[in-house]
């Protein structure tokens, strides 16, 4: 029966550099223990906490950010010290949906020069094209300043959702919005996007028409999205829809007030959970209680086309005295 390794100085943390192993008096070959994974060459982690990190059900992106900052936070125990984490690679540590790199994207400020090692995808980057935070003990790009650089090979529709995830502001307990605690602004992502002439500046010049405050998912903003292109008048979103008291029925994702019509796009989190199943049900109840017309809507009616979110929401608005510009 093999030897089980000594055990590790308490002091050393889940991921660490092999540099800090040494230092700690750890031995060149019990950092090839079977008990040590290596992310990237001269770091070590205790294998098995990558697993630890995710306790119960994730959605598909918090599975993906959890994978992407555990490669980031491991990376970081040997990353320059004038590098950060850019592109994709900060978009997904910031939360979006961005479509994460088979690389993880480190950035550096000219004329340093970009690292080079397997696994990184190193880009150097003018002055004017980054700012550069913490994010959770990382040095990462901006939120502007990330969005402005996916205009390189992001489409339009990807640079949008970003966008919206970005801008949102999110709500707190009673449906309190929370201004500080959103992102980015619209004005700062125009502000990153027009810092110094980039690839795919006309993309971000599109997708920055097309952003709104107010998409909370972005299943959302593609129903935002195929609704107008499809000529139906865009919706107000994040809308809050209160009785004639003054209470607060709830808050609804797209509302054409002047139609009295209500849009409610239901992510699977609606069928799975029971206390939002209720919610819903509560919610839709006081809505037309209030007078207005409500649409339920799925990922089914909302991709890949959306004809089918158009129809019943064109219908809807009809029925309530909308009719298409001649």
């Known amino acids: 029966m093999p030897r089980r390794p000594e055990p590790l100085p308490e002091d050393l943390d889940e991921v660490f550099s092999c540099a800090a192993a040494s ?19 001269g770091v070590r982690r205790r294998r098995g906490t990558e697993d630890a990190v995710a306790c119960g059900l994730l959605d598909d992106d918090q599975e993906v950010r959890r994978r992407v900052l555990d490669r980031a936070r491991a990376y970081s125990q040997i990353m320059d010290g004038r590098a950060f984490f850019c592109g994709r690679t900060a978009a997904v540590l910031w939360g979006t949906s961005a479509r994460p790199p088979s690389e993880l994207e480190v950035g550096v400020v000219a004329p340093a020069r970009a690292p080079r090692r397997h696994g990184i995808r190193g880009r150097q980057l003018a002055p004017t094209h980054v700012e550069v935070t913490t994010l959770g003990g990382l040095r990462v790009s901006t939120p502007a300043s990330t969005w402005a650089m996916l205009g390189r090979d992001a489409g339009v529709r990807e640079l949008v959702r970003i966008g919206d995830a970005l801008v949102r502001v999110p709500r707190g307990e009673r449906g309190r919005r929370l201004p500080e605690e959103r992102l980015s602004t619209v004005e700062e992502l125009a502000a990153a996007a027009a810092a110094g002439r980039r690839v795919g500046s006309a993309k971000l010049a599109e997708a920055l028409a097309l952003i709104r405050e107010g998409a909370m998912s972005p299943l959302e903003t593609d129903f935002r999205l195929v609704v107008v292109a499809a000529g139906l008048p865009e919706p107000v ?3 809050e829809i209160r009785d004639r008291a003054g209470r607060l029925a709830g808050i609804a994702d797209a509302v054409w007030p002047e139609y009295r019509v209500i849009a409610e ?12 199943w209720a919610r819903d049900i509560e919610k839709h109840t006081a809505y037309v209680a209030l007078g ?14 959306g004809s089918a979110a158009v129809a019943l929401v064109g219908g809807a608005l009809r029925r309530r005295g909308w009719s298409p510009p001649r």
């Not at 230092?23 to 060459?41: C, E, H, N, W």
């Not at 796009?265 to 939002?276: L, N």
């Not at 207005?292 to 086309?305: D, G, K, M, Q």
């Open 23 to 41: 230092a700690s008096g750890i031995s060149p070959k019990r950092l090839r223990a079977a008990d040590l994974d290596t992310p990237f060459r």
């Open 237 to 239: 979103l994040d809308r």
């Open 265 to 276: 796009v239901e992510g699977d989190h609606h069928r799975t959970s029971r206390r939002q």
């Open 292 to 305: 207005f017309e409500v649409v339920r809507l799925t990922s089914a009616h909302i991709r890949p086309t």
